[in-house]
Structure formats: structure tokens, C-alpha cells
């Protein structure tokens, strides 16, 4: 089992920028993404950034040029760097873990896991 924590959200004007951080106990797969997602009020839990173990990235559009996600496996933690902030991104932001295998071809989702989520407000 992997725990996830999330810290760094809160109350932020439109242009500001927070660095949303996600800390999690240590994972013995060799393959897995750490994902952030949002959940904005009122509506469907959407997926922001992904980076895998072997370093790729993934951005939903509203977050490219806008937010990085990166890592410190030393640390145990991965970030998403979110700069020029909108009020259309206030939302609670989870991070996530799909842990993974690969084999006949494919990758096979092993288990995943969920932070608690951490609350951004982009208001005036």
C-alpha cells in the first residue's frame, strides 16, 4: 500500500502561482505514474498532469504552459508547479498513484492510490 499526502494548496489571486506537493511512502514497482487531478465544484473529478517512473509527462490543455509536474525521488514527492492561475482552476487537487506491470505486450494497473486532497481557491 502506498500513502499519498498533499500539501501546499490554499487562497491565491488570478496570476499568482502555488507549488501543490505530494508526498508518498516509498514504491517497490518498477512502474507506476504519480498523477495530479482537480475536482472543481459542482463537477467531475478531471485529470491535470501525469509522470511516469520513466520520466515522461502528460498535460491536460488547461494545464500546458501553465503547470509542471515533476519529481524528487529522493524526497519522495512530486509537485505540480502551477503558475498564471485562473479562477476556473479552483478546485480540490488529489494526487494519485497507478501502480503497474507489464507483460504479454501490455501494462497492467496493479492497484492505484489517493491523497486526501489539498484545496486551491484562485480568487480576488
Known amino acids: 500500500q502506498v500513502q499519498l499526502v498533499e500539501s501546499g494548496g490554499g487562497l491565491v489571486q488570478p496570476g499568482g502561482s502555488l507549488r501543490l506537493s505530494c508526498t508518498h511512502s516509498?514504491?517497490?514497482?518498477?512502474?507506476?505514474?504519480m498523477r495530479w487531478y482537480r475536482q472543481p465544484p459542482g463537477k467531475q473529478r478531471e485529470l491535470v498532469a501525469t509522470?511516469?517512473?520513466?520520466?515522461?509527462?502528460y498535460y491536460a490543455d488547461s494545464a500546458k504552459g501553465r503547470f509542471t509536474i515533476s519529481r524528487d525521488n529522493a524526497k519522495n514527492t512530486v509537485y505540480l508547479q502551477m503558475n498564471s492561475l485562473k479562477p476556473e482552476d479552483t478546485a480540490v487537487y488529489y494526487c494519485?498513484?497507478?501502480?503497474?506491470?507489464?507483460?504479454?505486450?501490455?501494462?497492467?494497473?496493479?492497484?492505484?492510490?489517493w491523497g486526501q486532497g489539498t484545496q486551491v481557491t484562485v480568487s480576488s
Open positions: 494519485n498513484v497507478d501502480l503497474m506491470t507489464y507483460s504479454g505486450g501490455s501494462y497492467h494497473r496493479e492497484a492505484d492510490y
Open positions: 516509498k514504491i517497490i514497482f518498477s512502474i507506476y505514474a
Open positions: 509522470i511516469t517512473s520513466s520520466g515522461g509527462t
